[in-house]
């Protein structure tokens, strides 16, 4: 079992460019959670997909971010048109359907850095 | 809107000695409280709490949860090198859209020097 698997590790963008950042649920999970983490800082709840549909995305920036969990293939977090404040540690985390009565296993997250 | 705070914001110690993280929450429809550790890469999960007064026990960590005081303390005692991380306590929503959400603060980075 591979556990979540975020990709890629380390993704540097210039202002304006677009960041693409994936990540693979564990084998059986079906909900998945974004959260973000600025330096010096915990992280920071942005939605909770399942598959096909979102669920809650009250902690996602109104402008430029996106998310989506297809039938197939990974859970994206896209954002567009990137500016220096959205160079952070992106983390996914993943669940089965039943919910999880454990602690969430958190991927190793995408390093994004805006030059 | 939910909130969890945690204190101290950093802690230095030495080896051996015994620390206590403290970590209060405000949460509509709270369902559990979970505590990770954080080192260079992903948040490892430590401990989730649902019952109050009930303590969870894992080698030299240990954690409770208080439900009527809205906290939790993490406890680790004969402190090492390898404790130093950063902290991390987070609330769990239940029901409706907000299900499995965690709420999280800010950490107490813990150094703990040889």
């Known amino acids: 079992n591979a556990g979540v698997m975020q990709n890629p590790r380390h993704l540097v963008r210039r202002r304006g460019q677009e960041a693409r950042l994936r990540c693979s649920p564990m084998k059986g999970h079906s909900h998945v959670y974004w959260y973000r983490q600025l330096p010096e800082e915990g992280l920071k709840f942005m939605v909770y997909?399942?598959?096909?549909?979102?669920?809650?995305e009250s902690g996602m920036p109104k402008e430029r971010f996106s998310a989506e969990f297809p039938k197939e293939g990974p859970s994206i977090l896209r954002i567009q048109q990137v500016v220096r404040g959205d160079s952070a540690a992106y983390f996914c985390?993943?669940?089965?359907?039943?919910?999880?009565?454990?602690?969430?296993?958190f991927g190793s997250g995408t390093r994004l850095t805006v030059v | 809107e939910d909130k969890v705070v945690q204190s101290p914001l950093s802690l230095v110690v030495h080896e051996g000695d015994t620390v206590t993280l403290n970590c209060s929450y405000e949460?509509?429809?709270?369902?559990?409280l979970l505590w990770y550790k954080q080192e260079k890469k992903a948040p490892t999960f430590l401990f989730m709490l649902?019952?109050?007064?009930i303590e969870k026990k894992s080698g030299r960590l240990s954690s409770i949860l208080d439900k009527k005081e809205l906290s939790s303390i993490l406890n680790i005692t004969a402190t090492q090198t390898g404790d130093s991380a950063i902290y991390l306590c987070a609330a769990r929503n239940a029901g409706g859209t907000s299900y499995g959400k965690l709420t999280f603060g800010q950490g107490t980075i813990l150094t703990v020097h040889p």
């Open positions: 985390a993943s669940s089965p359907p039943t919910g999880a009565n454990y602690g969430y296993t």
């Open positions: 649902t019952s109050s007064g």
């Open positions: 949460v509509t429809n709270f369902r559990s």
């Open positions: 997909l399942q598959k096909e549909n979102i669920i809650d």
